[in-house]
């Protein structure tokens, strides 16, 4: 008969330990598993890629619900064990659940801290930690745009880019000078700090919190020096504590965390713990990589073979917040008895710095470049002696006149348990194992057969090192990765194939290029019919089911599922007749809020779906497209109508370019704008297309970006006529219509393709009218979208909401 082996807690530690229990001695026990949330496991590091927007809950899920089912694992989630026999072997849950048991791992993780302040249980005052979290920051970022994070470590500026992403002002206060001062050194701590607070984090260093002010609600934090901060929302990152209530209240040894040895046993027979809970020789460890070391211990020990117990681990950290990549790993502050190697280069953001102890590496750090954070780690924790090559080790062979160890020597003093990929806790030896007898020889192979580089992507070079020490470096195949995972087909070869072969449908291209999922999926199937627009504009008819759901119903939907009415004002011009009619359908409609967008126009919040069709005909105005992959907006100052400064006229220009190029679909969404003068009030410089007068003519500006990936633009050329501007804005469009990637914004394109490649293409006068041509084919297709919805019966019964529809179901 089966053994019972029953795990409290369904966190990234314990089911771990399960997983490799499964590969060892897949009919050794039958497994009962313990959850107090209602969800999956799943991958608590990406909560903050969740927050960002960057992913959903499902990218983060590591094992669904399906795993457990053909695992044959019976789970128990939304249940929280309260009490364990220990003479009984018996488990016992607040939902009335009794569970017998002959081995018990205790994986209940840790809680987050929260600061004992006067106020800490006022509304609005959360932590960071699990979903329900994320859950409250994303509703609370509706109705509120002042938030405050105390804790500038790792967690805390994770948190403060999510809620800066959730369109929140952000404080992060911090007790220290210096931010995740465990982690960096102050140098790397500075440039980390500048890069934040250039994407709009603000910061609050050397402050200590007195208390959480307000009333019911939250409504500021005030210090001990005496000063206060306004708040509608406060997130407590300060740290974690061993989740121990079970243990101690059943009688098990406890101090900070869970006590065990080095085979994860406490002092209760079969009694396990792994994972933040447990405290092995006075330690307990926050980070996943040696949460996965333990559980991989005991995996072997509960299988019955014979293993090494578990002597502890050394730690390393990194951080990818909006492009800053950050390591840290080791011992990296200076001491007495180091020495360390250092590369600082302010103008490039890169920073590195290792640590030396008899002629040992103990420490690194590195900003801006981490590409090297796998091979350093490596190096820390086999102890290898670099005497005489530590500049090699930083700087590479060429600084030393020697020859570094390569990756793959690095991999081949590994131990088989050695974690590679600490997101998902996986092994050298299971990757080695993956190859040898599963047949993978390529990165995506690996990533598909074991999750290996499939969360944050750290640790690519050291899998790749994996692959080629085993197979070496003729059997490791490169596979290109395609527009998506239905081909290896990238951009460029699609595009061609659509053009040479004349392929004028999505299906026809799955099916001519042999698409291994016939149907496509979420991404190939909008860029397929995106490219597809571009190529044949007249034969390809739009494939609106491809769209996303913006795009389909032409209107932003909103987090409740109401949508927003955003009507066109060429160049943010308006008249009193049309801000009336705005007003007076506001009304009508009961729309609870209207706002004065960035983009110089009038947004209409809230809008029932069911309602747009008969708002958009008492408008009697254009799409202003704030929802689509297209032109948005063209933003302009007063210019020579009004302005004295003005040296052209900056709001006829900008009502030009917008009529011309309204309705256009392009890879990404392009902003456009005109400034009268060298003073650029219209901020044209940070718009994918700026146009800035001078005498005597314009400055044509292009691959700018105001937002999260905030980028100055570059001088395309000078003009000196409005018909000039026009027939380079066309050209240019155009050429990006053709070249860049679907979702790529111009400013993410002209880093890929070059600005000299751009003039190159542009320069001739017989090529920029070879451009304009086909934009104006495109441009003589397009269709005010709003007004054809109104004119058909067909597409305007769409809007007429189903039964059954429900938020949810609307954002589907």
């Not at 210019?639 to 006229?649: E, K, L, V």
Request: hydrophobic share 35%.
């Amino acid at each position: 008969m089966k053994k019972k082996l029953v795990l409290v807690g369904n966190g990234m530690a314990g089911v771990s330990c399960v997983e490799q229990l499964l590969k060892l001695a897949p009919n050794r026990y039958e497994i009962t598993i313990f959850g107090k949330e209602p969800h999956p496991n799943y991958n608590r590091i990406l909560l903050s890629s969740v927050l960002a927007g960057d992913a959903d809950m499902k990218e983060i899920v590591i094992n669904d619900w399906s795993w457990y089912e053909e695992n044959h694992i019976t789970l128990h989630t939304g249940h929280t064990v309260s009490h364990i026999d220990k003479e009984r072997k018996l488990v016992s849950t607040d939902g009335g659940i009794s569970v017998p048991y002959d081995e018990l791992i205790i994986a209940t993780g840790s809680l987050p801290f929260m600061l004992p302040l006067p106020g800490a249980d006022k509304e609005g005052v959360i932590a960071f930690r699990d979903i329900k979290d994320c859950e409250t920051m994303i509703e609370t970022s509706r109705k509120y745009k002042k938030a405050i994070v105390i804790g500038g470590g790792l967690l805390g500026l994770e948190a403060a880019r999510g809620l800066l992403n959730l369109n929140m002002e952000v404080s992060v206060v911090h007790i220290h000078p210096f931010l995740m001062e465990r982690q960096l050194d102050q140098p790397a701590s500075i440039m980390l700090r500048r890069e934040l607070e250039g994407q709009g984090m603000k910061f609050l260093l050397s402050k200590n919190t007195e208390s959480i002010i307000g009333k019911k609600r939250v409504t500021g934090v005030r210090f001990t020096d005496g000063s206060e901060e306004a708040a509608d929302l406060v997130v407590m990152a300060v740290g974690i504590r061993p989740n121990i209530s079970l243990a101690k209240s059943s009688g098990i040894e406890t101090n900070r965390g869970i006590v065990i040895n080095d085979y994860m046993e406490t002092d209760a027979p079969h009694v396990y713990s792994v994972g933040e809970c447990a405290e092995h020789r006075g330690i307990a460890y926050g980070l996943v990589a040696p949460l996965y070391e333990q559980g991989a211990v005991l995996a072997k020990r509960l299988a019955g073979l014979d293993t090494q117990g578990y002597e502890g681990s050394v730690v390393s950290t990194k951080l990818k917040v909006s492009g800053v990549q950050v390591f840290s790993a080791g011992q990296f502050k200076d001491e007495a008895d180091t020495r360390a190697v250092r590369l600082q280069d302010e103008l490039e953001g890169v920073y590195k710095k290792i640590v030396l102890r008899e002629g040992k590496v103990i420490g690194a750090v590195l900003f801006g470049d981490t590409a090297d954070g796998s091979r350093l780690f490596a190096m820390i924790r086999s102890g290898e002696d670099v005497t005489g090559k530590e500049k090699e080790v930083l700087l590479g062979a060429s600084a030393g006149g020697g020859s570094a160890k390569s990756g793959v020597e690095l991999v081949a003093a590994m131990s088989e348990d050695e974690i590679v990929c600490g997101c998902n806790g996986v092994s050298k030896g299971a990757i080695v194992q993956a190859i040898q007898d599963k047949g993978c020889s390529s990165l995506s192979e690996i990533k598909a057969c074991t999750k290996a580089s499939g969360s944050c992507g750290g640790c690519k070079p050291l899998v790749e090192d994996v692959l080629t020490y085993v197979l070496g470096a003729d059997g490791v195949k490169t596979v290109k990765e395609g527009i998506c995972g239905c081909t290896t087909l990238g951009r460029d070869e699609v595009v061609e194939a659509i053009m040479s072969m004349h392929l004028t449908t999505s299906k026809e291209v799955m099916n001519v290029l042999e698409w291994s999922n016939p149907e496509g999926c979420s991404k190939c199937r909008p860029a397929l019919n995106y490219y597809l627009g571009m190529a044949w504009p007249e034969e390809h008819e739009d494939e609106k089911e491809s769209r996303f759901v913006n795009e389909r119903n032409h209107a932003n939907i909103q987090k409740d599922g109401t949508y927003s009415v955003v009507p066109r004002m060429y160049g943010g011009v308006t008249t009193p007749k049309d801000l009336i009619k705005i007003a007076q359908i506001a009304e009508k409609y009961e729309v609870p809020l209207v706002k004065v967008t960035g983009g110089q126009r009038i947004d209409l919040l809230g809008v029932k779906k069911a309602d747009l069709p008969a708002m958009w005909a008492e408008l009697d105005m254009p799409s202003g497209y704030a929802y689509g992959k297209s032109l948005r907006t063209v933003k302009t100052c007063v210019g020579s109508t009004f302005c004295r400064f003005g040296t052209q006229d900056a709001i006829g220009m900008g009502i030009k370019l917008e009529k011309k190029f309204e309705r256009l679909y392009t890879p990404a969404k392009v902003k456009m704008a005109v400034s009268g003068c060298p003073r650029n009030c219209a901020e044209a410089t940070i718009k994918d297309f700026g146009v800035v007068a001078i005498d005597g003519g314009w400055e044509l500006h292009v691959g700018g970006n105001g937002g999260t990936k905030l980028r100055g633009s570059d001088l395309l050329c000078k003009v000196k006529t409005e018909e000039e501007v026009i027939e380079w804005a066309g050209a240019y469009l155009q050429y990006y219509r053709e070249t860049g990637k679907y979702n790529e914004r111009t400013s993410e394109w002209l880093e890929r393709v070059g600005l000299d490649t751009i003039k190159a293409a542009l320069d001739k006068q017989e090529d920029r009218f070879a451009l304009v041509e086909r934009i104006e084919k495109t441009l003589s297709l397009m269709k005010d979208p709003w007004k054809e919805i109104i004119e058909q019966k067909r597409l305007n019964e769409t809007f007429v909401p189903l039964a059954s529809e429900t938020p949810v179901s609307l954002l589907k």
